[in-house]
T-cell receptor, first 111, second 116 residues
Framework: GQQVMQIPQYQHVQEGEDFTTYCNSS?????IQWYKQRPGGHPVFLIQ?????EVKKQKRLTFQFGEAKKNSSLHITATQTTDVGTYFC???????????FGKGTMLLVSP | DAGVIQSPRHEVTEMGQEVTLRCKPI?????LFWYRQTMMRGLELLIY????????DSGMPEDRFSAKMPNASFSTLKIQPSEPRDSAVYFC??????????????FGEGSRLTVL
């Protein structure tokens, strides 16, 4: 079946430090989406990447899609306490129609 | 728009009881998804509908689970009989398009189920 692996599982940083989470698939993805889930909340869509090598920025967040469309990353510059939550990548494998979610990276930011 | 609405937000029941979870998708969204979230397995797709028709239910764990969508504005996920291992947060999500077609998911706030 479809599998999307995400690392690390958990990261604890001091406010102001950078953070990166990585997403890997054994098969080529047609596109990848990123979601954020606050503690006790529901996943909220952040962004979608479609093109090989695509890079998109949202303020302090930078999203990348690998050249082979098998991996992706989310980098947060200078984390803030409001960045706390679990970040999920979700990919669509070629030949499939629906998203397969990674298990997420839980980010904790200490002031 | 009110977003995806789920009820109940919390349900505590005893093993063997029937559980019904409800969802109202965003108006105009043709796709409705039911996900289950646990610490061990993460977010799992259980079933999805297109225009009220079930398209893929391969994620439904077993015959104790069933889902219906009688009309465009309402769906239910039923577990009968419930078991402790069904304890999880169940999310309903809707989308105007499939993910392959660049459709993002809009999640409801979830129903937290505890089966004792």
């Amino acid at each position: 079946g479809q599998q999307v692996m995400q690392i690390p599982q958990y990261q604890h940083v001091q406010e102001g430090e950078d953070f990166t989470t990585y997403c890997n698939s054994s098969t080529t993805l047609s596109n990848i989406q990123w979601y954020k889930q606050r503690p006790g909340g529901h996943p909220v869509f952040l962004i979608q990447l479609v093109k090989s090598g695509e890079v998109k920025k949202q303020k302090r967040l930078t999203f990348q899609f690998g050249e082979a469309k098998k991996n992706s990353s989310l980098h947060i510059t200078a984390t803030q306490t409001t960045d706390v939550g679990t970040y999920f990548c979700a990919g669509v494998n070629s030949g499939y129609s629906t998203l397969t979610f990674g298990k997420g990276t839980m980010l904790l930011v200490s002031p | 728009d009110a977003g995806v609405i789920q009820s109940p937000r919390h349900e505590v029941t005893e093993m063997g009881q029937e559980v019904t979870l409800r969802c109202k998708p965003i108006s105009g969204h043709d796709y409705l998804f039911w996900y289950r979230q646990t610490m061990m397995r993460g977010l799992e797709l259980l079933i999805y509908f297109n225009n009220n028709v079930p398209i893929d239910d391969s994620g439904m764990p077993e015959d104790r689970f069933s889902a219906k969508m009688p009309n465009a504005s309402f769906s239910t996920l039923k577990i009968q009989p419930s078991e402790p291992r069904d304890s999880a947060v169940y999310f309903c999500a809707s989308s105007p398009r499939l993910a392959r077609g660049a459709g993002e998911l809009f999640f409801g706030e979830g129903s937290r189920l505890t089966v004792l």
